[in-house]
């Protein structure tokens, strides 16, 4: 079963959908893109495609060797997402091939469900209180919003309170049947994280998403030693080697390695691994396509310690078209008190509706993320 063609499809929202069809007849999707970077990432699949052709597609780990090895200079945001495209439409297409889920082939079952959560608010987060009482009445437990809106250098009080007030508001109206998660998106310099981690410990928050810069992975530990809130990192990680020095500093509680980012779905699987050694538990991350997420729970459902799974069903970014659009039986993915049950189906337990892909494809998308400054002019994290 050798690879014979490889497709790519830019589709509405932000996604880049890729699928690979083999000289049988079987075919496979993955989902290889970087949020505003689709077209690189295309450019890197297609100069990719020459190491492909003709070879066994069920060679998937040899085949993910030549692509990252192959090549002098290897890793990165851009060429890891093409090799996690590429790898996640392989496993497909051997799940198909054998008539079995993708976890079956990784281990088989741990987790019968997989706890979800979702995003409320936006990227300028106000209003989360009803939002967050439409997603509970919606089914689910557990929700996930941005600490601050744009934020410098110099420390805002105003931003402070209004960040606690926010998480107050859904604290007191639920209690403790909803989990709170806060994302302060790498937009907070040290001294805000440290203020804001400790005014929102009272809150008991599920986890804090990068508090800061995944590059300044030394201030982790210092945040993690003096507040007993978890955090969570990851998303802006590639390949094991790029979680290697954090989980050894510590001062990460969740890692959030995503699949169509940080190598696929074994790399991701040899990442979680690295992390149970060091009593670290897997939430992938997956603000993504359908194609995504079903990556993400092949993953979960075989791997002891992933704990929650994000996902992008009614995400603000998703204008147009939204994570049920391109399948066939969007009943895969119905959440039941806050929790997926398990995809049965063959590969990765999806099947994608190709006739809307290729409309939509005739549309395509140019979604770039908002380039912020402060008063000053200086160009801020977004």
Not at 25 to 51: C, F, N
Not at 135 to 145: L, S, T
Not at 266 to 294: F, Q
Request: contains cysteine; hydrophobic residues 40%.
């Amino acid at each position: 079963m050798k690879i014979q063609s490889i497709e790519l499809f830019k589709v509405p929202p932000r996604w880049l959908f890729l699928k690979i069809t083999t000289d049988t007849g079987l075919s496979g999707w993955g989902e290889p893109v970087i949020e505003g970077r689709a077209d690189t990432v295309a450019a890197a699949v297609t100069e990719l495609e020459e190491y492909l052709t003709g070879k066994e597609a069920g060679r998937i780990e040899d085949l993910w060797n030549v692509l990252y090895r192959a090549g002098f200079y290897r890793g990165g945001p851009v060429l890891m997402s093409a090799i996690s495209g590429i790898e996640q439409a392989l496993w497909d297409i051997k799940g198909k091939a054998l008539g079995v889920p993708v976890y079956e082939l990784l281990g088989g079952v741990c987790h019968d469900k997989m706890k979800v959560y979702c995003w409320i608010g936006g990227d300028q987060p106000d209003e989360v209180l009803q939002a967050a009482k439409e997603k509970y009445e919606q089914g689910y437990r557990a929700v996930k919003m941005n600490g601050v809106p744009k934020v410098g250098w110099i420390q805002n009080n105003r931003q402070i309170d209004e960040a606690v007030a926010r998480v107050a508001s859904i604290r007191e109206a639920f209690g403790y049947d909803m989990d709170i998660a806060v994302d302060f998106h790498g937009r907070v310099h040290k001294p805000l994280a440290f203020t804001l981690m400790k005014e929102l410990e009272p809150y008991r928050l599920l986890f804090v998403e990068e508090p800061v810069l995944c590059e300044n992975e030394e201030i982790f530990p210092m945040l993690r030693q003096q507040f007993s809130t978890p955090i969570a990192t990851g998303e802006r990680n590639y390949t094991r080697w790029g979680f290697k020095q954090m989980l050894a500093r510590g001062g990460v509680d969740y890692i959030q390695p995503d699949p169509c980012h940080c190598g696929g779905i074994l790399e991701t699987k040899k990442i979680a691994a690295m992390a149970e050694a060091y009593d670290v538990a897997l939430a992938p991350h997956c603000p993504l396509g359908p194609i995504a997420l079903a990556v993400a729970l092949q993953i979960d459902f075989c791997t002891y310690n992933a704990v929650i799974q994000e996902q992008s069903l009614g995400i603000h970014y998703n204008q147009g078209s939204d994570l049920l659009d391109y399948l066939k039986d969007p009943s895969v993915f119905i959440y039941h008190q806050g929790y997926v049950n398990l995809l049965t189906k063959p590969g990765l337990g999806i099947e994608i509706d190709e006739a809307k892909v290729r409309a939509a494809a005739a549309v395509g998308h140019h979604w770039k993320n908002p380039v912020w400054r402060d008063e000053t002019g200086t160009v801020l994290e977004w």
